[in-house]
């Protein structure tokens, strides 16, 4: 009997920035001030002192940002952000199935003979 307001709390709570605006972040530097600017120092970890820049999270102390870009999550992130968003045509390539050819059963072929 639990709530499920909670549940969408804690799924939104996690939202970071997606891959493109990270990516746009890496390339102008203006794009990153904007972010950072948006939201108070007071109300960031660390008073918005350290942040990296490749999973878009804030830390407490510098010691804390140093063992975060040792770690396997920011290691996937960077291999993530260096193979590129997907385009239109490998999205859609990822969306297809082949599931081979389509053969009929004997049943469905002696009722098309019969008409």
Known sequence: MGFLSKRTKTKTRRYLRDMDQIQADL???RHLAQHKESKPAEDLPGLGLYYCVECAKWFETDISLLT???????????????????????AAVVLRTDNGPVRMSEKSQEIEMET
Do not use: I, V, Y
């Open 27 to 29: 390339k102008s530097p």
């Open 68 to 90: 975060h870009r040792k770690g396997k999550p920011h290691k996937r992130n960077l291999k993530a952000l260096r193979e590129g968003p997907f385009t239109h045509e490998e």
